[in-house]
């Protein structure tokens, strides 16, 4: 395949804000090739948003983990040291994800990876590279991401929240008053998230690396000139994780994000019932799943 992914020069200051923050940019860390590959990869995939997220992106896949193409990206030397500088540890290759967001479409609104990492202890990491396959241009057209800074505010509590909740719920107990308390507490942290947002330039081949405790939204596009902006997102947990069944289980039940109040039940779940790695019993490690992904 040649060369996919630039090695991006990284020191103590980068390590040091992205323990802070939960998140840093890298610059150029795909090559003019990759993205020209990604974007017909991601063409031939994606489909019309259906309800999936309420119908606020225009076409969506997730599937694009089942591409070639990704295993060859994240298999590259240059991807493994950049990553593994920051992260410190192995990785399993999970998932991966294509957005399309168009003008009239706002994307998605705050949250956290609830449904990509809603499946692994609350304990263990997962982690997220996203990078848009349009520049972005974030204070003219829009369309990028926006994100808080983990030692800010942090959804860590979300999950554990979520893994508590999920024992009553899957028990039959009665949570409707806690879920309505937590949506009246989830309108309430808006406006902080607002507040402490960063919303940064991408040129093409820029990428983000977040960890799942980052509060992120979509950013709808302006009345600059660009029409439709296409994204992917590449998914990775810590190679220990453990099967959270009980979680999953109450997620699909309620239509996913639990922490956030959210209960869809009886309308199109986000959240599919089939668990990952299905044959583990609950608590046990990833790794040692059939369906275990590539260990980086």
Known sequence: MGTLVNQVDLDHNNLNQFRRDGFIKLNGLFTEKTISLLKKAVEARVEP???????QMARLTFSLGDDPLIKDIYSQAE???????????????????????????????????????????SADMGYSVWAPLNEIAAQTNGGGMAYVPEHIISAQHSYELGGILANKINSGIPV???????????????PILEQHKVHDNFSV??????????????SSLNSG??????????????????????????????????????????GPAQVSPVLPFQDLNDGAELRTSAYCGDII
């Open 49 to 55: 948003d259906t309800g999936s997220y309420g119908n």
């Open 79 to 121: 991807f493994k040291n950049t990553i593994g500088d920051l992260i410190e540890d192995r990785l399993i290759a999970t998932a991966a994800q294509a957005f399309e967001l168009t003008k009239g479409k706002s994307g998605l609104p705050w949250h956290y990876g609830y449904i990509s990492f809603g499946y692994i202890r």
């Open 176 to 190: 409707a008053g806690t879920l309505k308390a937590l949506r009246q507490t989830h309108k309430l942290i808006e």
């Open 205 to 218: 081949g820029d990428a983000l690396l977040f960890n799942k405790n980052i509060w992120h939204r979509s």
């Open 225 to 266: 000139a660009m029409e439709r902006r296409l994204g992917i997102v590449m998914r990775f947990v810590n190679w220990k994780s453990r099967i959270d069944r009980e979680r999953w289980k109450a997620e699909y039940r309620l239509g996913g994000g639990i922490a956030m109040g959210v209960d869809t039940s009886g």
